[in-house]
């Protein structure tokens, strides 16, 4: 299964449509194959983050905040969306990986003050 | 009587106070994580507060205002309030307009540690602006016939009471801008205004939407969700399709008019409301009543207020007008010229008796413009089943008409009563040909070969129909 994660720094990017920068990882069963790799866009843009997503081949994507035209386009491509995630893309693959991430989750590690 | 006012004062919460506010509010701290936010806000961001709480700000308000966290630091910063314009993503996924007003809190020696942020959702006057339309929902709603005035004469006094409303009237009608116009001129026009088709969702998940679930509630119910009932608190709830509504749910609906107040699905805590309710439909509720699919009580507890917009084909002159603002409408939005409709058209676009209403008619004209390549409409630009209106006329027999009746009752009237174009709806096909001939007669003075034009047959056909019907 490959998987794409929308990212910002070390959350899951808040907005689709403004993300520069993206992590691919290859995943067997519940556990990530090899390191994951960033890709860094030139620029913002759904579009040609939606032809990304497209040409390497990813079954499920991660994002925070997406349009609905973006979702249903996915959706057509038989993509697997799991969107409004919030918190660090660590976590957010762990629970992809695991089988439990779902839209609209809070990841631990969200609030200022987890895990201290 | 001061230190008790005192302690009043120090007793309210932060949340309550947001909550009185009918637009998106957030407090964040110095480290731009939320501290506090309103219903309004959990309604635009499918967010609850219990988990957006000590989240930095930007992951729970998905906005684009610039770096937003660079914004906000310069408001903390100079301690100035900023207001900017941008968007959000909201819940279900749209891109909302939004005016942001950024206000930093200073303590007592003048520092800033924290700021509140005011999002005011501006997608009306943007769409409007776009359009070139009247902010004023009931300038919207067109029409100087006479029972339209009549509406219009009823439209501020409902708005002006609190009882419920039930809006009835065929589809295409209106209902909607309706609803929405009432709550605009109402005193609840600052609160939110939701919309829930009743007849759109499976009866389960309409609990859930409506009254909304506590944690645990069902497979899947993973976190607490306010129900559609707490997010219009203090504004009007518009219950569309009501006929739809199903029995189980008509109970609970009916406690929350008699009580203001229900059960979450799940919940153990009673939770209270201040809603208006507005529901809408297309059915006769009396006749579901009388089936025993609708609830009697929730009938009369609903028919505090009834309104019924008339049918297209019963608003003298309407069609005109409204043939000539849709024009207009979309000569600009398609960017055409098109001046005028031309003779032909006009007498099959105004004799046409539009069992779909208002809606069928934008769409007509919508499609016309669209096809229309010279300065006016033409015959030939108009949907096929215009110009040869025996081949698609369709007559739906469960279609009743009710009038506006201010003391409750309700007088059934076959549409045939009220058509321009008889159509008896007992006698099947036979009859509504038989209709349309006599009606096609009667416009051309009895000369059979216009009346075969308008009817789009030749005049032999006619005249075999004319022996049939024995009205030779």
């Given amino acids: 299964m490959r998987i794409l994660i929308t990212i910002q720094k070390n959350s899951v990017a808040p907005r689709f449509d403004l993300t520069t920068e993206v992590l691919i990882a290859l995943c067997e069963g519940q556990k990530v194959l090899g390191k994951p790799r960033t890709v860094l866009m030139t620029r913002p843009s759904s579009e040609e983050l939606c032809a990304l997503i497209i040409k390497e081949n990813i079954n499920t994507v991660i994002c925070n905040g997406i349009e609905e035209s973006h979702l249903q386009y996915l959706a057509w491509k038989k993509m697997r969306v799991i969107d409004s995630v919030v918190g660090p893309y660590s976590e957010a693959l762990k629970a992809v990986t695991g089988g439990f991430l779902r839209s609209g989750t809070v990841l631990p590690g969200a609030k200022q003050g987890d895990g201290k | 009587m001061r230190s008790t006012e005192t302690a009043f004062f120090d007793k309210i919460k932060i949340i309550e106070i947001l909550n009185g506010i009918p637009h998106g509010a957030v407090i964040l701290d110095r480290d731009l994580c939320i501290v506090e936010m309103n219903s309004s806000l959990e309604l635009l961001t499918g967010f609850a507060v219990s988990e957006a709480k000590r989240v930095r700000a930007d992951f729970i308000l998905r906005c684009n205002i610039g770096k937003s966290e660079k914004l906000f630091r310069k408001v903390l910063e100079t301690g100035e309030s900023l207001s900017v314009e941008g968007n959000i993503i909201t819940q279900d996924h749209k891109n909302k307009p939004i005016h942001f007003t950024v206000s930093p809190f200073r303590n007592d020696d003048g520092n800033s540690v924290g700021l509140f942020v005011f999002l005011e959702d501006i997608s009306i006057s943007h769409s409007f602006d776009q359009r070139g339309f009247s902010s004023d929902g009931v300038k919207d709603i067109l029409g100087h016939s006479s029972k339209m005035l009549e509406m219009f004469e009823l439209l501020p006094v409902l708005a002006h009471t609190d009882a419920s409303v039930l809006i009835t009237g065929e589809t295409g009608t209106g209902k909607d801008l309706i609803a929405e116009a009432i709550h605009k001129a109402s005193k609840r026009s600052r609160y939110p205004f939701i919309k829930i088709n009743c007849g759109a969702l499976p009866e389960a998940l309409l609990e859930s939407e409506l009254f909304g679930h506590v944690r645990g509630a069902f497979t899947g119910a993973v976190k607490d969700k306010p129900g559609l009932f707490r997010l219009a608190q203090d504004g009007t709830i518009f219950l569309t399709e009501i006929g739809d509504l199903p029995l189980s749910l008509q109970v609970k609906l009916l406690s929350v008019l008699d009580d203001r107040e229900f059960f979450p699905v799940g919940g153990v805590k009673k939770e209270k409301v201040n809603v208006r309710i507005i529901a809408a439909t297309h059915r006769a509720l009396r006749e579901l009543v009388k089936r025993g699919e609708f609830r009697e009580d929730l009938f009369y507890r609903l028919n505090v207020l009834r309104l019924h917009l008339p049918a297209l084909r019963e608003r003298d002159g309407d069609i005109r007008l409204l ?84 003391e409750g009752g309700v007088q059934s009237k076959p549409v045939a009563d009220k058509a321009e174009h008889a159509v008896p709806i007992d006698g099947g096909w ?28 030749g005049r032999t056909t006619l005249w075999r129909k004319l022996n049939r019907y024995s009205l030779n």
């Avoid at chain 2, 939005?333 to 031309?342: D, G, P, R, T, W």
């Avoid at chain 2, 009346?451 to 789009?456: D, P, V």
């Fill in chain 2, 323 to 406: 043939l000539d603002y849709f024009l207009r409408k979309f000569n600009t939005s398609l960017n055409k010229s098109i001046k005028e409709y031309s003779g032909k058209a006009t007498e099959i676009l105004t004799s046409y008796h539009y069992p779909g209403n208002v809606r069928e008619l934008r769409n007509i004209v919508e499609y016309a413009v669209h096809i229309c390549r010279g300065k006016s409409v033409k015959k030939e630009c108009l949907p096929d089943y215009l110009v040869s209106p025996l081949m698609d006329m369709e007559v739906n027999e469960e279609q009743d008409v009710k009038q506006i009746d201010t």
């Fill in chain 2, 430 to 457: 036979r009859d509504v040909e038989k209709g349309m001939i006599i009606d096609a007669l009667k416009k051309t003075g009895g000369n059979r070969s216009k009346a075969a034009l308008i009817l789009g047959w």
